[in-house]
C-alpha cells in the first residue's frame, strides 16, 4: 500500500517552483472565443473508430468531449471557484475509446488540459496536464502527467509485471495528447516542434515516454505532424468552433466523425437525457446485455 501511495503523492511531493527568468507567453483564445465557448456548454462528438490491437485490426468508436474550465494551477486540478490568485480558464479535452478484441473489450480515456490565459505558474506552451487510463478484461493502466514551467512530472501504476509503476522527470515540453485540441487553433500560439510522446501509445503499446521531433505541415483542412514512428493527420473543420473531422496516428488508427452537438452532458443523466445519446448515434450501455424474453 505504502509503494501506491508513493506514485499517487509523487506528483504533488516533486518541487513545482517557477524559473524566475520564465517569460510569460500570451496565452489567450482567438478573437471570439468566448461567445462560443463562454455559454456553459460542452461539444460532444462521436467517431467511428479503426485500430490496430493485438496485430488485428479493431473496429470500436470514439467519444470527444470539449468544454472550458476554471483551473486551479496550485493544485493543478478544476477548481470549485471560477476565479483567484491560482485559477485560469483552461479547455478539458476528454477522448474516450471503445473497441473490442475478441471476448473482451478496451476501454480508454484520456483527459488533456490546457490554459487559456497566461500564468506564472503555466508553463509557455500552455499545456496543463494529461491523464491516463485503460480498463480491460485483464486489468487496469493509470498514468499522469503535470506541465509545470519547469518540467514534465509523470507518475503512473500498471499491472504489469515489467513496469508496474514509475515515476520520471522531463524538460518542460506539451504532449502529443494535446495536438487533438492544439489542431483546432482556438490559440495563436504556435505547435512546439518537440513533444513528449502520447500517453495512450505509451500505455498501450508499451513505448518509452520520451520526447519526440516533430514536423509541422498545415494546410486550410488538414494538420499534418511527422514523427520518427509516422504521422498524426487532422481533418480540420471549417472553423475552430467546430469539431475535427478525423484523425489518423502513428499507431495506425483511424477516426471519421459521425455526430456532434453541444449539450451541458453532465447535466443529461437522467432518463430522458438518454435521447441525447440515442441522437448522438450511440446505444445505451444497458442494452448491450442479452436478456431472455
Avoid at 477548481?79 to 478539458?92: F, T
Avoid at 494529461?130 to 512530472?153: I, M, N, R, Y
Avoid at 509523470?154 to 489542431?183: I, K, M, N, V
Avoid at 453532465?266 to 424474453?293: M, V, Y
Amino acid at each position: 500500500m505504502r509503494s501506491l501511495l508513493t506514485v499517487f503523492l509523487f506528483l504533488c511531493c516533486l518541487p513545482s517552483t517557477v524559473h524566475a527568468t520564465q517569460t510569460l507567453t500570451n496565452l489567450q483564445p482567438i478573437q471570439g472565443f468566448w461567445k462560443v465557448w463562454g455559454d456553459g456548454h460542452a461539444e460532444v462528438a462521436i467517431y467511428e473508430l479503426s485500430t490496430e490491437r493485438y496485430g488485428e485490426r479493431r473496429e470500436g468508436y470514439a467519444v470527444s468531449i470539449v468544454v472550458t474550465e476554471p483551473w486551479n494551477v496550485a493544485k493543478s486540478v478544476k477548481s470549485d471557484q471560477a476565479r483567484g490568485p491560482d485559477v485560469v480558464p483552461a479547455l478539458k479535452h476528454n477522448l474516450i475509446r471503445h473497441f473490442q478484441t475478441g471476448i473482451y473489450d478496451y476501454h480508454t480515456m484520456t483527459s488533456t488540459f490546457s490554459a487559456l490565459a497566461s500564468h506564472e505558474k503555466v508553463a509557455q506552451h500552455g499545456g496543463l496536464k494529461v491523464t491516463f487510463s485503460a480498463q480491460e478484461w485483464c486489468g487496469q493502466t493509470f498514468h499522469a502527467l503535470e506541465l509545470k514551467p519547469d518540467a514534465t512530472l509523470s507518475a503512473h501504476l500498471s499491472y504489469f509485471e515489467s513496469d508496474p509503476r514509475g515515476q520520471s522527470r522531463l524538460a518542460p515540453l506539451l504532449t502529443e495528447d494535446h495536438l487533438w485540441l492544439a489542431a483546432r487553433g482556438f490559440q495563436n500560439t504556435p505547435i512546439p516542434k518537440v513533444l513528449v510522446r502520447s500517453t495512450y501509445d505509451v500505455r498501450i503499446h508499451h513505448a518509452p515516454l520520451a520526447p519526440l521531433a516533430m514536423s509541422i505541415q498545415r494546410s486550410e483542412r488538414t494538420l499534418r505532424i511527422q514523427t520518427p514512428r509516422g504521422d498524426f493527420t487532422f481533418a480540420l473543420g471549417a472553423s475552430p468552433h467546430e469539431p475535427l473531422l478525423g484523425w489518423t496516428t502513428p499507431w495506425n488508427e483511424r477516426a471519421q466523425l459521425i455526430s456532434a452537438k453541444r449539450v451541458p452532458y453532465w447535466k443529461l443523466n437522467s432518463e430522458a437525457g438518454l435521447q441525447e445519446l440515442i441522437d448522438l448515434g450511440l446505444k445505451s450501455a444497458s442494452t448491450r446485455l442479452k436478456r431472455t424474453p
